[in-house]
């Protein structure tokens, strides 16, 4: 928060998301893929606080999108193949996140 006089300005900077092992699912190539996520995430993020162009904001959402739907099938056929059974549930999540 910044206090100029009577005003004050309330603002949250946010950091950028730092890969851990702590979010491993212990799947290779699904960490990879979260691991590929992170980055896009935070390429959207340096791309907001440095006030890019449209068009290559335009591409970052793009991409983030792409990839995004590309896990999210990914993610599925793994936990089909396996037979997850918290399967339903995490696909309603996926859903639901795609059609925001």
């Given amino acids: 928060m910044i206090i100029f006089g009577e005003l ?3 603002f ?3 950091t950028t998301i730092i890969w851990t092992e702590a979010l491993s699912v212990k799947i290779a ?7 590929k996520l992170i980055d896009l995430i935070n390429d959207f993020y340096n791309n907001i606080i ?3 162009a449209q068009e290559m904001m335009s591409d970052v959402i ?3 999108k792409d990839y995004t739907l ?3 099938t990914a993610e599925e056929n793994y936990m089909r193949q396996y037979g997850y059974t918290g399967f339903p549930g995490h696909k309603k999540e996926h859903d639901y996140f795609v059609g925001k």
């Fill in 70 to 72: 590309y896990h999210f």
């Fill in 12 to 14: 949250h900077i946010m």
């Fill in 62 to 64: 793009k991409a983030l």
């Fill in 29 to 35: 190539s699904i960490d990879e893929q979260h691991k």
């Fill in 8 to 10: 004050i300005i309330k």
């Fill in 50 to 52: 440095t006030h890019s």
